[in-house]
């Protein structure tokens, strides 16, 4: 069974900085893509930023220059360095990974965290 941990979500004021982790546990043999996705209050989830295997990053326009995505590729981890937040990014924020559980050949599966909520206040 695999497992994804979200961490460091949190209330701040306008400008300030948080730092969401996610670290993926159980039975992985490698884990591909990684990414975030936000749902905003009484909008669609969407895809915040990605990065791939191979270290293809892509974000979506409204958060470039602001934020950012790395992995830690032996912790199974993926970090997102949020700075300058405007109370547009508040939403709950979800982590999810690509993941391959027995072998090269096995089929890619994506698996969601729970959810963190980040609040940002004016």
């Known amino acids: 069974q695999v497992q994804l941990v979200e961490s460091g979500g949190g209330l701040v004021q306008a400008g300030e900085s948080l730092r969401l982790s996610c670290e993926a546990s159980?039975?992985?043999?490698?884990?591909?893509?990684m990414a975030w996705y936000r749902q905003p209050p009484g909008k669609q989830r969407e895809l915040v930023a990605s990065i791939g295997s191979g270290g293809i990053i892509e974000y979506v326009d409204s958060v470039k220059g602001r934020f950012t995505i790395s992995r830690d590729n032996a912790k199974n981890t993926v970090h997102l360095q949020m700075n300058s937040l405007k109370p547009e990014d508040t939403g709950v924020y979800y982590c999810?990974?690509?993941?391959?559980?027995?072998?090269?050949?096995?089929?890619?599966?994506?698996?969601w965290g729970q959810g963190t909520q980040v609040t940002v206040s004016s």
């Open positions: 159980g039975s992985i043999f490698v884990v591909e893509q």
């Open positions: 999810n990974a690509g993941i391959r559980t027995a072998t090269w050949r096995t089929g890619i599966t994506n698996y």
